[in-house]
């Protein structure tokens, strides 16, 4: 039997074919554009994505036997903003993750209605990137546009819908949208009446493991697909990767090196970090999560080498970086080009340098880059410190888990081996696996895991790297509490 696995991500959506034993028949990318019609504006039009979606199957399906096609997942960026009227048809392009428009609306959901009402409804305090905060933007700045609402979606939904017809939502993507009562598993009621939005107009709730129908007849037909095959209800990016590189169960871990950045530890029970600085998601597996969250990960390294240096050559740009000098670099970057999340919540925060002095050379910021993500996603594994939570090793995956050199980076930040998963296709695979389970090819998802998931390699640290690196994460953390108050009159 076959399976196809989608990954609907911010500038690509991935696609890839497998049968039931993990084995990857075919992979197709199919681009599409982000907009930004406002400085820290991010938007797209959701039909590029169905576009998308509708190329790469066709593609991907050509020339294997269509009738052994038994299900589909679909994973994706999580917390964007998709509404519909009532026939259905898209009202305004969807606000998508990385969109910093909300200042004003997180900063009344947080202050106003308060951090400890939200932590109480939701297990999660108000983020830019977050769907209700939008959802309050909208009404305030678009009220003729938000009184069309019939449907709101969360960008994989809308795939989904478009598949099956079904207005439907997983748990794991419905976490972050700060409408989703997390510890009991359904919308809360209290935010709702705060977004001033009804539950009529949210989706169906389901596992993310569970069957939500079958295809359309239409879009069978369209596509080349059996009539009967099976759409799960899929997951965020972040909980269809963790799936796909066994973290599952209870405290796992992985890194995940996208455009944003984040580390996912799973949990077999619930659980809150009282500061609200991470978040408490539902996981795939029908457990739960804690995730810290970066805005730009991979995505700072793109923009310095295409934007910057105007290359695509990574590799020839990394090659240059010392291995001597890991650990020694005496210039850090921010990597807060779109503000930040986790843990310190900024919408303000921006990127920066700082420490160069005459005889810094090009491969020096290249590597600054590099480090400046990875310390800034050990700021997140600190909070799960304080928490009593140990982390003793992670998966990673990404964009950014193919360079060598960033993985050592990493390693050594956070002084732990990081396993290296065999199959790298993340979301697109781990969707792939939740559809198995949904089409019974597995029990469930920790049977898929045990199945499917192989460690192929393992980075080590260096203890005296880790020393150096430890030095250094101690300078890092004292820049962006010195120039905070700086961001906010810098615009």
């Known amino acids: 039997m076959y399976f196809i696995g989608i990954d609907l991500g911010t500038s690509a959506c991935k696609m890839l074919l497998t049968d039931e034993k993990g084995t990857v028949i075919n992979s197709v990318t199919e681009e599409y554009p982000v907009y930004y019609p406002h ?6 039009n959701p039909t590029d994505w169905w576009n998308a979606c509708v190329s790469g199957i066709r ?10 096609i038994k299900g ?34 997180v900063s009344y959901l ?18 830019a990137g977050f769907t209700a905060p939008k959802l309050l933007w909208m009404k305030e700045n678009e009220p003729e546009q938000f009184a069309k609402i019939s449907k709101i979606m969360l960008p994989k ?10 207005h439907s939502s997983d748990y794991s993507d419905a976490s972050g949208t700060l409408l989703l009562d997390v510890e009991h598993k359904c919308w809360s009621k209290e935010m709702c009446r705060i977004c001033s939005v009804s539950e009529n107009q949210l989706p169906q709730l389901y596992e993310s493991f569970e069957k939500v129908s079958a295809v359309k007849k239409d879009v069978s037909a369209m596509l080349g697909l059996p009539e009967n095959t099976i759409v799960c209800a899929g997951a965020g990016d972040n909980a269809a990767a963790a799936v796909a590189t066994a973290t599952v169960g209870n405290a796992s871990c992985n890194i995940s090196i996208g455009t944003s950045g984040t580390i996912f530890i799973s949990s077999s029970t619930f659980g809150v970090d009282s500061n609200n600085s991470l978040h408490s998601f539902v996981h795939a597996d029908g457990g739960f999560h804690l995730m810290g969250c970066m805005l730009s990960a991979a995505s700072c390294n793109k923009w310095w080498m295409e ?14 970086i010392s291995l001597e000098n890991l650990g020694k670099n005496h210039i850090f970057f921010l990597p807060y080009l779109m503000g930040e999340r986790s843990p310190i919540n900024d919408t303000d925060a921006r990127g920066m340098f ?3 002095t005459m005889d810094s050379a090009r491969a020096d910021m290249t590597q600054a880059v590099l480090e400046g993500v990875a310390f800034a996603m050990r700021d997140s594994f600190e909070i799960a410190g304080k928490l009593g939570i140990s982390v003793s090793g992670s998966s990673i995956c990404g964009g950014g888990s193919k360079s060598s050199i960033w993985k050592t980076i990493f390693s050594n930040i956070l002084g732990i081996p990081l396993d290296i998963i065999k199959t790298e296709q993340g979301p697109s695979y781990g969707a792939a696996m939740l559809a198995m389970v949904a089409c019974g090819e597995y029990a469930d998802v920790h049977s898929a895991v045990d199945a499917l998931v192989e460690v192929t390699d393992t ?8 020393l150096r690196y430890e030095e250094r994460y101690r300078e890092f953390k004292k820049i962006y509490p010195t120039i905070k108050k700086l961001f906010k009159e810098l615009k």
């Open 459 to 466: 980075v080590y640290p260096d203890q005296q790297l880790t």
């Open 72 to 105: 589909i997942g679909v994973a994706g960026q999580m917390h964007g903003l998709v509404v519909l009227d009532e026939n259905d048809d898209i009202i305004r392009p969807a606000i998508l993750w990385n969109d910093a428009r909300t200042a004003k609306q």
């Open 39 to 44: 400085p820290s504006w991010s938007e797209q």
């Open 59 to 68: 593609k991907l399906i050509a020339g294997s036997d269509k009738s052994l």
């Open 110 to 127: 947080n202050e106003i209605i308060g951090k400890d009402k939200l932590s109480k409804y939701t297990a999660n305090i108000a983020f």
């Open 307 to 320: 934007d910057i240096l105007k290359t695509n050559d990574f590799n020839s740009e990394q090659q240059a």
């Open 157 to 166: 939904d809308y795939i989904v819908y478009r598949l099956t017809g079904k």
């Open 354 to 356: 700082i420490g160069m």
